[in-house]
C-alpha cells in the first residue's frame, strides 16, 4: 500500500467518523437541544484516539526504497479530484433545491443549519475523493493497465 492509498483509507474511515458524528450532533441539537452528552464525549476521544493512530500509520514507510509517487499516482490523483469537484456541483445543486421542497418558498434556515450543510458537504466530498482513488487503485493492474 503506497502513500496515496493509505492517505485516502485515512480519509475515508475519519470522514465517515466524522460524518457519523455530525449526523448525531444534529440531530441532539435539532430533536433533544442538547450537544453535550456522554455518549458524545466519548466519540469525540473515539476519533481523537483513531486520528492519532491513523497519523502514526501515515508517517511509516514500507520500505527506504519507497518512491513517494509516480505518474499514475499523479493521474489518479488528478481523475479522483475530478470526480470530487462534479459531485460537489451536484450537493450543492440539491443543496440548494431540497429546502425549497421541504420548508416551501416563504420559509428560512437558521444561520447553524447552514455551516453544519456546508461543512456535511465539504465531508461527503472528501469521503467521494478518497472513495475514487481507493476505487482506481483497485481497478489497475500490474503495470497501471485496466
Not at 499514475?72 to 460537489?88: G, P, Y
Amino acid at each position: 500500500m503506497n502513500r496515496a492509498q493509505k492517505a485516502a483509507v485515512f480519509n475515508l474511515i475519519m470522514g465517515l467518523l466524522l460524518l457519523v458524528f455530525l449526523i448525531i450532533l444534529f440531530s441532539g441539537i435539532f430533536f433533544a437541544g442538547t450537544i453535550f452528552t456522554r455518549f458524545n464525549r466519548f466519540y469525540c476521544l473515539l476519533i481523537v484516539t483513531l486520528l492519532v493512530v491513523f497519523l502514526m500509520f501515515l508517517r511509516k514507510k514500507q520500505s527506504p526504497k519507497e518512491v513517494e509517487s509516480d505518474e499514475r499516482d499523479k493521474m489518479i490523483q488528478l481523475r479522483a479530484v475530478l470526480v470530487a469537484f462534479v459531485s460537489s456541483w451536484i450537493l450543492l445543486a440539491g443543496v440548494a433545491l431540497i429546502p425549497r421542497f421541504i420548508i416551501g418558498i416563504n420559509g428560512s434556515i437558521s444561520v447553524w443549519v447552514l455551516s453544519i450543510i456546508n461543512f456535511t458537504i465539504f465531508l461527503v466530498v472528501m469521503i467521494i475523493y478518497s472513495a475514487a482513488v481507493l476505487i482506481q487503485y483497485g481497478r489497475g493492474g500490474k503495470d497501471g493497465q485496466r
